[in-house]
């Protein structure tokens, strides 16, 4: 069974954001082809990037996939059980 996440490399968004002037989490979202929605879930982990979030963010801001994403262990992410 296959435990990987993938997740949007931390920071990358805010940094994107803030670096091209965009203000409003509205007009970023456009910007990457996605709902306000679908930013704020996977911006705070809520839900995977899906490849079209991925690919408006690389496309978007002239980066690489790799550089959008990272692939982790789900037991990396997991709390530790109390």
């Known amino acids: 069974m296959d435990n ?17 002037g965009i203000t409003s989490d509205e007009a970023f979202a456009r910007t990457i082809g996605v709902s306000r929605q679908t930013l704020i879930a996977t911006r705070n982990g809520e839900r995977e990037p899906s490849i079209g979030f991925a690919v408006g963010v690389a496309q978007a801001f002239g980066l690489g996939l790799s550089e959008v994403v990272v692939w982790e262990d789900e037991q990396k992410t997991e709390a530790p059980a109390a």
Not at 4 to 20: A, D
């Open 4 to 20: 990987t996440v993938i997740k949007v490399r931390p920071g990358l968004l805010e940094r994107l954001k803030e670096n091209s």
